[in-house]
């Protein structure tokens, strides 16, 4: 039996500003007084501040199972309607600024208000162990329970852009509401202080302690639980059904928190496996988590909590690089700010480095708090490696023979079956619930069942060794020193990555990835520098060297993409039965995807460029730099390059291969030009008594590109392409003497390929608002939709005075729509840009693609284009008797008539996807020293949907007409 699900059209009423604009209704703050809820005097009207009733009812987002909107609070206006917050996050110095020097946070209200005016009503809000937000309907006449699932879909917006009326734009919230039926055993009965009905319930949390259910209890100010057996230290796992029943005390005890005396609680709810405590501290309002786990007792039933978080619970939407609480301000009223949440992505070198002192370091801190000082000390020796970690875990994945690209589909099954078990320890780390009663299975089907078009999680595994070796080879006239020098690199991964169809299919893709570099050469460089100034042993300078080298390299890579599709209603059972459909089952609806990429090359490149660095005598013949920070350029001139790539494909049903392709490829002055950023230390046997100053070029090959630009090699040619020949020995069964004719058939073919029906654009967040509606032939962009402020537009004006006047009109309502869309465009832009991050281990990264289409005229001229060579193919091998000079002259004619027509054709926007790529990763790595580097990583990516704007064109003028948009954030 499935619940009724309501799906409601509302709006977003603002009570204050949207964006941080400044403006009279933002609130500031809390109105702490024992007043349960607001009065409608003037002096509260000017306060603007939150209410008690708000404070008690507040819920995080980001602790809920949804995508849209997880980084804003949800609260309860004092007739229980929904009241969604937001504020601006803060990093630690505009933190600081707006505290001490702006007069504080101020966060944007907004009500949600069905379209009939008929809005749903809460008594009360909490979000359950599976991470659904529940809201207890306020029923006036009996007071009964009716609990209801709540989750915002999305925010649908559509402009008109020739629409003359003077009507305001209004939003569509959809929100969903689905009957939420819930076991006895698991009904909460919620500490609230409302002014939808004055009534005290019992104060009873339900909460699961991997196994163990237990009660927490608000009784006169203080937390009362049962449950939990006499003793019990908080890395105990207990396990319910193994637990003896004398165990288990069955009368309520108290639980010592960290709260001053004064301290009032003035509310609890459960937030998934969580107790949120609302708490008054007498000149605000502070909420408070507290985690079951972190209740211990050393003697029998002195139960403590020694740390109270006030980061929430995160659902896996919001740990994956959206946390706002890893900032100094979270955006949010009733937290705390904090100092060592600063970002730690533009401290030189250090970075990463400092990021995974801070993260063990807070690990040390609640181990500390929980008297678990051996994981404390633990942590704290992770502070401060300086990389063992990362090698061993390096020797240990490098060696994993089952992580290496696979060659057939039974050595694809064995290594997924084999590692399979690693990506859910990652996951497991984000989704709570697997220790909680939750299957393995659904958790992921709960991840891919939300999945939209476009989007995926992957898990990824990496690692990395990296070195470098130079000596000084021999010394040229003029002071010019020569290095030989060997640089080499192994990189191996090994990903799964899922998503989901318009039909309900899942498709998982396991994906291993080898990759071998070795570079070898002679660099000579000259370089100087004004004397450096220093102290005692230490140096500093500024550096301007040239130099040049010649190196011969070499790589091999080799990928492997293992895939198959099921419904998504089959997951759950194949992930709890270990991937449980047999070999041939597998075999049927799989893929295996293998290619093979080997190249060596034979070349120059000359650098300048312009160092600062720090230098520390280690002894009289050598120093160290630290670190070397540089910006220069590389000039590339590749003489010689060979290519080979060799792909092989098994379909649906095969174990062997069902296609194969072959390219070899050579490429001769290839050119190209990189501006790079160098950081890192570099050992150098120069002291600063020498003139010269330079590094081998080969040290910044594998550090951070700004800018790379490369020039199509001059002389390229294919020696072998299997491909070519099939399709040249398929035709040349058929007619044998029109080879002349296949290779400009081939010729009007490379035509077609660059003008395809659809072509895609990927940009910075930042250009969303720069909407351009055409293409050129070339793929240039033209056109831009404009936001115009002039209202005297000039147009060419018809001779009636009445037509005169409704064009004027028309053109300036066309305006006013298209700087309304802009306007609102802008907006969700700064949203997402303010989001944007790389720090503590978290990513964050908006983007958006603006998907063209080839005009009415240029898509006729396309296929016109395919039927006249087809008609020319088909007549020539159905001749008996075959004009070969007739035959090349018509389709040189072709060839030359249609390059011409494409010359003026355009590209239309159809569409644009808002889109966001976001990860979390758990690091080990060595310090990146100049000799050798070596790094691990484990990190869960998700690929997101943030919102589709569609762009209806009125096909007789062949202009946007509508402007629809869907955003989910």
Known sequence: MTNKIE????????????????????????????????????????????????????VYLGSTNTPLLNNMGI??????????????????????????????????????ESQNSNNMKFKELYVDHKGFLIGNRFNPIDNSRDLYKIKFNRVEEEYSLNDTSSKTFESN????????????????????????????????????????????????????????????????????????????????????????????????????????????????????????????????????????KQEPPLSFYSMIGENNYKNYHSGQPFSTQTVGNFSSRNIPFFSSFIDNSRLHINKAKEQYALKEYRSMLKNIAKAVDPGFRGLFCNIKQLINSSTTAYNSKPMALYGIKENIGKSYD????????????????????????????????????????RAFFGINAFQLPNNIGVNAFLLASYVKSHSITLSKSEDNQITFSFINNNKNLFVAGLS????????????????????????????????????????????????????????????????????????????????????????????????????LTVPRNAIGINFIFNLLKLDLNINKFIDHGKTDVTKKSKKLDLNLLELGIDVYRDLKFTPSTTNSDNVIQWYPLTSVKDFELMVKKRINSL??????????????????????????????VLKLNTLLESFPEKYHLSNKIDKLDSIYLNLSSDKKPINKLREDSNKNLITVLP???????????????????????????????????????????????????????????GSLLRSDLQNEINHIVEESRNSEQVDLNKIKEKLDDLYTRYKQQFAYVKYQIASTDIMSVSELSYKKKTLPTGFVRLGNKKAIIHTQVKGNINYIYNESEDRVDKISTNYYY
């Open 7 to 58: 799906m409601v059209s509302s709006k977003l009423i603002p009570m204050g500003t949207f964006n941080g604009k400044k403006g009279k209704n933002r609130v500031e703050g809390v109105a702490n007084s024992n007043k349960t809820y607001h009065k409608n005097n003037d002096k509260q009207k000017k306060e603007k501040q939150f209410s008690l009733n708000n404070a008690n009812n507040y």
């Open 799 to 857: 001779q009636r005075k009445e037509d005169t006047f409704q064009t004027q009109i028309t053109k300036e309502n066309r305006q006013h729509n298209i700087n309304h869309f802009l306007s609102s465009l802008k907006e969700r832009k700064e949203i997402l840009s303010s989001q944007e991050k790389d720090n503590m281990n978290e990513k964050f990264k908006p983007y958006f693609i603006a998907n063209y289409q080839l005009s009415r005229e």
């Open 524 to 623: 000579a460089g000259i370089g100087g520098y004004e004397k450096r100034w220093g102290l005692e042993c230490v140096d500093y300078g500024f550096v301007t060297p040239v130099m040049a080298s010649a190196l011969l390299s070499a790589s091999y890579a080799k990928k492997s993409n293992f895939s198959f599709s099921l419904d998504i209603n089959d997951i759950p059972k194949f992930i709890n039965q270990g991937l449980s459909q047999n070999e041939n089952e597998l075999i049927n609806k799989s893929t295996l995807e293998i290619d093979q990429d080997m190249s060596i090359s034979l070349g120059a490149e000359l650098r300048s460029e312009a160092s600062f660095d720090v230098d520390v005598m280690v002894n009289p013949n050598m120093e």
């Open 426 to 465: 990652v996951l497991n780390r984000i989704v709570k619930g697997v220790k909680n009663g939750v299957t393995q299975g659904e958790v992921i089907y709960s991840l891919v069942n939300d999945l939209k078009d476009k989007e995926n999680i992957t898990i990824n595994h990496h690692s990395d060794v």
């Open 715 to 744: 002389l390229s040619f294919t020696l072998f392409k299997s491909e070519k020949l099939i399709r040249a020995e398929n035709l040349e069964q058929d007619k044998k003497n029109i080879k002349g004719i296949y290779k400009r």
């Open 173 to 308: 919230f959809i929100v969903e509401y689905e009957k939420y039926i819930v076991d006895d055993n698991l009904k909460q009965d919620l500490s609230n202080i409302n002014n939808v009905v004055e009534l005290k319930e019992n104060n009873i949390l339900k909460i699961n302690r991997e196994g163990l259910d237990l009660t927490i209890k608000l009784k006169d100010n203080a937390l009362y639980t049962q449950g939990l057996p006499n003793k019990i230290a908080t890395s105990d796992q207990v396990d319910s059904s193994q637990m003896k029943e004398h165990e288990v005390e069955v009368e309520e005890h108290k639980i010592k928190i960290p709260l001053k005396n004064t301290d009032k609680i003035l509310a609890i709810k459960p937030i998934l496996n969580q107790v949120q405590l609302v708490v008054d501290k007498g000149n605000k309002i502070k909420i408070y988590y507290l985690d079951p786990l972190n209740i211990f007792a050393i003697k029998d039933y002195q139960y403590e909590v020694t740390r109270l």
């Open 75 to 112: 609260t309860l206006s004092d007739d229980g309607s929904l009241i969604l917050i937001k504020g601006k996050t803060h990093d630690l110095f505009t933190g600081l600024y707006q505290k001490h020097i702006k007069g504080g946070f101020k966060y944007n209200l907004f009500n949600i």
